[in-house]
């Protein structure tokens, strides 16, 4: 899924529908959404806006969550926030006709992500990180890929651990963010590692 594709990943309160068009038009194959928290997104109306031709996604307070063009749809990764199988499921079962793929963010270290058991969280719960994928790659559409981003653990093993778990899960692909946790962006990635 990923092989030979310059990929945009996904950056907070900058993945919006106008900054994935700009990176198409630079030349990314595939674009990631920011990440969306389940417990909000579940709740969302998929609307279709006639004015802009895009597909919104209104929240219960009538607020967008998400847009996306059907130009748009074999390039654009929509990235959910969950610990939660069933949450995770109903996000995807709303958004999987308009991306190609559904990523589940496992390395976000940052504490609006971590707090909800989101992001990094999920890197010491391998049960509940195979549940999440299982049940997605299960009850979506083979031609709607389940990636995850996952961030490196405390040792190479531990990562080639989760890895091997996060693969027997059916997924299309998944990326390793070379940072551990603790560490902020200002801070070399660990090239070496992956």
């Known amino acids: 899924f990923y092989t030979g594709k310059n ?4 950056m907070v309160r900058i993945s919006t529908l106008a900054t994935r068009l700009v990176a198409h038009e630079y030349g990314a194959h595939l674009v990631y959404s920011e990440e969306l928290v389940d417990k909000r997104f579940a709740h969302c109306t998929r609307v279709v806006n006639k004015e802009l031709n895009s597909i919104d ?3 219960a307070k009538g607020m967008l969550m998400f847009r996306t063009i059907p130009e748009e749809k ?3 990764v929509f990235q959910v926030g969950t610990s939660s199988a069933a949450l995770a499921l109903q996000c995807a079962e709303l958004v999987a006709n308009d991306v190609a793929a559904i990523d589940v963010n496992m390395g976000c270290p940052k504490h609006f992500s971590t707090a909800g058991g ?3 969280r999920l890197l010491d719960q391998p049960e509940l990180v195979r549940d999440i994928l299982t049940t997605l790659r299960r009850n979506l559409p083979t031609e709607t890929h389940v990636t995850c981003k996952i961030r490196l653990l405390e040792t190479e093993q531990k990562t080639a651990e989760l890895a ?3 693969e027997s ?3 299309s692909a998944f990326a390793v963010h070379g940072r551990y946790v603790p560490q902020r962006p200002r801070e ?4 070496n590692l992956i």
Not at 188 to 191: E, G, I, L, S
């Open 188 to 191: 070399p990635a660990h090239w």
């Open 7 to 10: 990929i945009c990943a996904p």
């Open 164 to 166: 091997k778990i996060i």
């Open 169 to 171: 899960c059916g997924v």
């Open 74 to 76: 074999e390039r654009v």
């Open 118 to 120: 989101m992001g990094a």
């Open 57 to 59: 996604f209104i929240d």
